[in-house]
Structure formats: C-alpha cells, structure tokens
C-alpha cells in the first residue's frame, strides 16, 4: 500500500509535501539508506557522532542521559545531520525512560489500578513533556499489549490491563498527552504480546490467539487507535498464525510462524490493508533473538523493509547493516518500490512533525528554559496521588493495620532480581519499618558456599551461618519474631526465562524460604510483578503496588499501618487463576 500524504497520521499541507518529495529527489543513495535505520547512542563523544552522521542515520535512540549537557549535545548532533533526526526513547512509565532524574511517574499497570483512567493522559503528559524538552521527539510508547498470561515474563506491569477496553482508554489519554507536546507516539507491539509465556528477546514468540479471538482483542485496539490517527506503530518479533493463514490461505507453516517484524502478511496484508494503517511501521530492536532466529541478518534486514516495514531499530554493527541494505535494493531483495515508500514514510513523518522548518529556525532542540518541567510541582502532586492511588490490597486475614505494639519484632527478607546484602532498596525497607517503631532483622541472602570445600569439611562462616540454620530448632527462630514480612521488587527483565520468586537457599532450607507462614503473620508486598502470590499463596496479606518509586513507597507504608485506605483494583487476575490463592 503506497503512501497516502494528505491522510491521517501524515495529513500534509502541498508546502510539506513538496519538501517530502524534493527531499527524496536530492538524497544519494548512501543518504536514503541511512534513513531506514534508527540506531541506539549511548554516548556523544565525538566519533560516535561523526560515524552517526557520517552514515546519515535519520533517526537514534537514547537511554537515560543526566539532564546537564543533554540539549547541548542533541542540538550538535541535529547541526552536523543534513536532514532532521527523529530522536527516541522508551517513555513507558515517565520522563525516567530517556532522563537520568526524571520523572518516574507509574508503571502503566499501576495506572491503570487507581481506577482514574486520567492517569493515562498524565502518564503521557509526564514522559512527553520531560523528554522534548531536552529535544526528543519521538517516543516508543504507549504499550497497547493486554497481560493476559501471567506467566508472560516481559509484559507484566509494562502493560496496562488485560481488558481490552482498559487498555485503549488509558492509550488514548497517553497519546492525546503526546500530542499535546508536540511528541510523536508510537503504539506496540504489533500484532500484540502478552498471550505467549516467552520473550521474544530470546525467541520468535506466538501470539496464539484464533483470528475472531485476535480480532476482537488485539485488532480492536489496533483499528480503534489507527482510526484516530495514530502516527507509528512498533513490529514485535511475534508471530500470529491465524491471523497470517486467515490473510493468506495456504500459507506455509515456515511462513506463518514468521515474525511479525519479517512477515508481509502481517504488515502488508493486515496492518497496512486490513486495518488500514498509513503511517510509518518500526521493527522492534533488531539485537533480539526473535528478530535473528529465522533467517541470516544480511536477509532478515531486506525482508523487514520488503515485508512493510520502514525503519530498522538497532544494529549489531552500523556500517555492516548498511551494507547489508544496500546490498538488498541492488540485488532485488527489496524492491525499488518498496524502498521508495519506506523512505518517503519517513520523511512524510518528520514534515508532519514540522521538524524541517524546526530545524532550519533553530528550534528543533528546546531552549534552556524547557528543562524547568522536569520534575515540577504538578508532576509531582501527579506522582504522589497515582502512588496513593495504585497499591492493591488483594489478601488479608485480618492483619492488618501493623502495629509495633502487636507484633514489634519483624524478620524482613527484601528479594530483587539481583541477591545483593548492599541492596541501597532492602536498607529503605529496614528504615521505614525502623520508623514506624519495629524491631527489625535483615535476611542476608548471599551465600558464598564451597561444595568442594565443604564436603571435605572446611567450613566458611558462610556454610557455618547456613548450616545452623537448617539444623536449629523451629522454635529457636520463631521465639525471636512476631512478624515476617517479604519485600518482593522484581521488575520484568529482558531476556529473562520467567519472573518468579528467587529464594536464596542450600540444599532446599534456610530461612530465606517462608517455612515459618505457619507460625507467624506473615505479610507479602511485591513492588513490581502482580503475579508473585502464585509462589507465596500462604501469605496473610498480599499487596501489589506495581511501581518502586519512592512515592509509592511511602504511600504502601501508609497503607500498611492504617493511615491511608487501600484503594487500588487489580487490572490483571493476582490469584493466576489458581483458587488456592484465594485462601
């Protein structure tokens, strides 16, 4: 499907059009190819720079750069471009997605359970405003997959709900927010994560969902925000095979199983002609083992672009991957007509975004007096209400409020992704409970055990704690506590198998494990994952607050002792679907 200029999302005055057109006409070819590709910098040192430009990328990616120098170094960098960059960054929970002291305002998820669907448009507001004010444009957010596998281990609170309904009311106010500050948005990831239980950062994961089931899920958010003008949307490397062999019948097994970000049948025959989508189509990170696993880089390149995508994200290395393109027009693999489309998308998006007469008047990078919204007085009271608002209450037997006068002497054991007894967040834990008047113990969760070592009897201080431990008696642990209370702050990681409670034990035992729930209350908060009670259903009580920022934080620790109501309603099923849960 060619380019429509005058129709939504580019919708382009023939002054704008002109430029589209003439742009095209004075591009080498090395300058055409250059914008497919939108690379991720980590750095502005001056190599990197010139090798960016120099092979006149048209668009990049940042992670999270301290605020002081950043505008100075994207306006030399948007100087020494020919055209205008599109400028990037993963906005999903604030200005935290591309500033180092920005604004991390909620998870999506965490949003989504203050029940005030407006908390999606300042969720928007916050990431948008944050980041063009140090000059980025273009955000890769909102999230529009539904979280409808618990088991899934990339989705999780990244994502809004798993009701279909929650999800396109909460994007809509993020995307409305966007365009408020001149951000441009992008919604993902087509055709949808969230069913599979696997990532595709390690895989070709499957949306396997039936075509009608599809339709009225994933396609209905889909066709709902493309009728309203959405202006890209981002490829996962996620096959959907009803939906490939309802488009294409007979389609090979091999084919219909390809990824989305690879799979003309996806992107051409629904996203492009079923659903009608004519703005610019961005594969997700083209690093992943999903976007590698099914065909050589040097051909999985050409047949993204061929299959209907316009911009590849991320490269192993720049200059091979532009090799590899250009090989891929010259030989045939990409089709002149392909190319020339995928090319004008691009440029039609940055005329609609008025990033040519930007550029030329100097504008295209806020000045100085932008950065005065980062982390201002309304974004704050913004962050501090959803962080009231979003903690979940999803079990208690009646122990709640806490109280020192009732049960003062707490074991806490804090588990993240990572065991660390240096843990700065554990040591948070530690003092807010220390302030409310309880005693507390620390689990210290390394072990530093030598098997070799032991089984010739050597014993480190180490095995020493832990096999006293094991051996001591129940009531020589649980005479010292009245309270035991499990801090969980797991978010979801890339290329992460599953995300589930880590226990830190030898041989099965140690006190890491709660073998003790039958002796004492024992209280259960998870900062990130709403789905840790699946491994913990013994728990008492059991809290999902979905975001670890300090507001939230303190806003649970109100909650807990009986200062605050709990308020927040679930968007996601925390019982996993299990009735022992439930107990």
Not at 26 to 33: G, Q, Y
Not at 76 to 88: A, T
Not at 556 to 572: H, T
Request: net charge negative; proline share 5%.
């Amino acid at each position: 499907m060619a380019v429509n200029f005058k129709k939504a999302p580019f919708s382009l005055t023939d002054e704008q059009i002109d430029w589209v057109e003439r742009t095209y006409e004075s591009l080498s070819f090395d300058e055409k190819i250059g914008q497919l590709i939108c690379c991720s910098l980590s750095q502005f040192d001056a190599e990197t720079m010139e090798r960016v430009t120099g092979l006149h990328i048209g668009s990049l990616m940042i992670r999270p750069f301290p605020v002081t120098g950043l505008q100075e170094n994207m306006r030399r960098l948007q100087d020494m471009s020919r055209l205008p960059m599109l400028v990037s960054g993963n906005l999903e929970n604030g200005g935290a997605g591309v500033l180092m002291g920005g604004t991390l305002f909620n998870q999506p998820m965490g949003c989504t359970a203050t029940g005030n669907m407006e908390n999606g448009y300042r969720l928007g507001k916050i990431s948008a405003a944050e980041a063009t004010s140090v000059g980025v444009n273009w955000g890769f957010a909102p999230i529009v997959d539904l979280d409808l596998n618990y088991r899934n281990p990339i989705t999780n609170i990244r994502a809004f709900s798993s009701k279909k309904e929650e999800v396109l009311e909460m994007a809509r106010g993020y995307l409305k927010a966007a365009r408020e500050e001149g951000l441009t948005a992008t919604i993902k990831h087509f055709p949808g994560d969230g069913s599979d239980e696997r990532d595709q950062h390690l895989l070709v994961s499957v949306n396997e969902l039936g075509y009608e089931e599809w339709m009225d899920s994933y396609g209905w958010i889909y066709q709902r925000l493309i009728d309203e003008g959405v202006p890209t949307v981002m490829a996962g490397h996620i096959a959907q095979p009803a939906v490939a062999r309802a488009i294409e019948p007979g389609i090979s097994d091999r084919d219909a199983f390809m990824p989305a970000s690879q799979s003309k049948t996806l992107l051409t025959g629904m996203l492009r002609e079923r659903l009608g989508f004519n703005g610019l189509i961005v594969t997700d990170s083209t690093l992943m083992v999903g976007y590698m696993a099914k065909l050589p880089r040097r051909d999985g390149l050409c047949a993204s672009i061929e299959a209907g995508a316009d911009m590849i994200l991320f490269n192993r290395n720049m200059e091979e991957d532009v090799a590899y393109l250009k090989a891929g027009v010259r030989d045939g693999k990409i089709s002149q007509e392909r190319f020339r489309d995928a090319v004008l998308r691009v440029l039609a998006l940055k005329a609609s975004m008025d990033l040519p007469r930007k550029k030329a008047e100097g504008r295209i990078v806020p000045s100085p007096d932008a950065l005065k919204v980062i982390g201002c007085e309304q974004f704050k009271a913004w962050t501090k209400e959803c962080a009231d608002e979003a903690p979940t209450l999803v079990k208690d037997k009646g122990i709640l409020p806490l109280s020192p006068e009732q049960t003062k002497r707490v074991y806490l054991n804090v588990i993240q992704n990572e065991v660390n007894d240096n843990s700065l967040f554990a040591q948070k834990m530690v003092k807010r409970l220390e302030a409310e008047g309880f005693e507390v113990t620390l689990r210290r969760r390394e072990m530093k055990i030598n098997m070799e070592e032991m089984i010739q009897g050597i014993m480190t201080p180490d095995s020493v704690r832990v096999m006293a431990e094991i051996m001591a008696t129940t009531e020589s642990f649980t005479s010292q506590y009245d309270l035991a209370m499990i801090v969980l702050d797991m978010p979801t990681e890339s290329n992460a198998t599953v995300v589930r409670v880590k226990w830190s034990v030898f041989a099965g035992l140690g006190n890491d494990i709660p073998w003790y729930a039958g002796e004492m209350p024992l209280v259960v908060v998870s900062f990130a994952n709403p789905y840790h009670l699946l491994d913990i259903p013994m728990a008492d009580v059991y809290i999902n607050a979905y975001t670890d920022n300090e507001e939230t934080q303190e806003a649970v620790f109100d909650k807990l002792m009986g200062r605050s109501d709990f308020v927040g309603v679930s968007p996601v099923d925390p019982f996993c679907g299990h009735e022992d849960c439930r107990i």
